[in-house]
């Protein structure tokens, strides 16, 4: 092995070492989490209060509005979150949800409901554990307009939400 390559490996040890110390979550219990979700299925943004009452359990409501006369809309709701198991700076969990919705389509307003029922995972990056960024998957029971359907739902880092822990 040269000298280039035991030079790299070194600095490579070294990087892990010092970041790997802080790896340690923070504790999440009894912590409000502010921030967005994008999960109704009408497409308004919601802000979103996400609360962990204890180690496996936790909570969350969701409001969003959208005023455009053409295609507006409104959605508001609560999911519940069981934890299943925590890694540091990851938990893995389960979750339900409801939220009633509204939508205007060429100035034609619709009301109907969501149901979710699915699981995802939370995760922060060390060093910034106050903010957290969640992914979710599952099935929705959804009507809107004048049908009902169920569908898949599988959401992205952008889509499911990111919170700030107060």
């Not at 969350?60 to 409104?74: C, F, P, R, Y």
């Not at 198991?85 to 109907?112: D, M, V």
């Amino acid at each position: 092995m040269n000298q280039k390559w035991k030079t790299t490996l070194l600095i490579i040890i070294t990087l892990g070492s010092v970041t790997m110390q802080g790896a340690q979550a923070r504790e999440r219990k009894g912590r409000l989490g502010v921030g967005m979700s994008n999960q109704f299925i009408n497409g308004v943004p919601a802000i979103s209060l996400k609360l962990q009452r204890s180690s496996t359990f936790g909570f969350a409501v969701l409001g969003g509005l959208n005023t455009d006369s053409d295609n507006g809309g409104m959605g508001m709701g609560g999911k519940v979150y069981k934890i299943l198991f925590e890694e540091p700076n990851l938990n893995f969990f389960i979750a339900a949800g409801a939220a009633f919705l509204t939508q205007k389509i060429n100035s034609a307003s619709y009301s109907g409901f969501q149901i979710d029922l699915g699981g995802g995972s939370e995760f922060n990056f060390p060093g910034v554990e106050s903010l957290g960024f969640s992914l979710e998957f599952g099935l929705g029971l959804n009507k809107l307009k004048h049908s009902m359907r169920v569908e898949t739902m599988g959401s992205s880092i952008v889509v499911a939400g990111a919170h700030f822990y107060l």
